[in-house]
């Protein structure tokens, strides 16, 4: 099991729901960060209207506008065919290099049975499908959040969050994804993108996020075609 040490914990204002994708930006800018994950520092996540986990390898260079606009093409490609999903959200983000990156949320409560940490079903099922989707896209780090509402002691929180995470991770892994792509953190109820006053609240704030960003290899190859151009 890998764990990634959030460095920004700011919440994300994104409501789960059926398959929608939207496009929320493409970037060129410079990263860095601190601490090593996936063979590199792990930076924030920035979207458009919001900043979010701690997520995306910076290099710690410059990353040209030419090769942020291949990686943005093909993160965009990518989020449209995920969007097929069931049960998902599906949104392109900014990651710590300001490169596009994708995010795709699931409801907890569709995953997982209530206070359980053991997949359903439908969700194993869907899972399955995210992987097949994702096999012909190799050069990505993938990052699993597990997400509840604040029901309960935060130590029972932070542990139902981690072993929801850590679930999808073993299943994807399971189902062909290379472990050494994907980390795994449960943020507890830290991150509420919902009131957890309210039923409706609770239910959106009891999630799993799942953020696809490029790795060092995709980068290099992307600026590789770049300078071809």
Not at 15 to 29: M, Q, R, V
Not at 61 to 82: R, S
Not at 89 to 100: A, W
Request: glycine content about 10%; aromatic content about 4%.
């Amino acid at each position: 099991m890998k764990k990634l040490i959030p460095i920004a914990l700011i919440a994300l204002t994104i409501l789960p729901g059926c398959s929608t994708w939207t496009k929320t930006a493409n970037g060129t800018a410079i990263g860095s960060g601190a601490g090593a994950a996936l063979g590199a520092a792990i930076g924030a996540l920035i979207s458009k209207d919001a900043k979010g986990a701690a997520i995306g390898a910076a290099i710690g260079t410059a990353v040209g506008a030419g090769t942020g606009a291949i990686i943005g093409n093909q993160m965009d490609k990518k989020a449209e065919e995920l969007a097929a999903l069931e049960n998902a959200n599906v949104e392109t983000v900014t990651d710590q290099n300001g490169l596009t990156a994708i995010k795709v949320t699931f409801d907890s409560g569709i995953l997982f049975p209530t206070n359980g940490t053991k997949l359903n079903k439908s969700s194993q099922a869907e899972l399955k499908e995210f992987a097949t989707k994702m096999s012909d896209f190799t050069e990505t780090d993938i990052t699993i959040y597990g997400h509840t509402d604040n029901t309960g002691s935060a130590e029972v929180n932070e542990r139902i969050s981690q072993q929801r995470a850590d679930a999808v991770q073993d299943y994807l892994k399971a189902c062909g994804i290379a472990a050494d792509r994907m980390v795994s953190q449960g943020l507890s109820y830290t991150m509420p993108v919902a009131d957890n006053a309210t039923k409706e609240g609770r239910a959106a704030n009891r999630r799993v996020e799942i953020y696809i960003s490029a790795n060092e290899d995709m980068i290099k190859a992307a600026e590789a075609q770049a300078e071809k151009k």
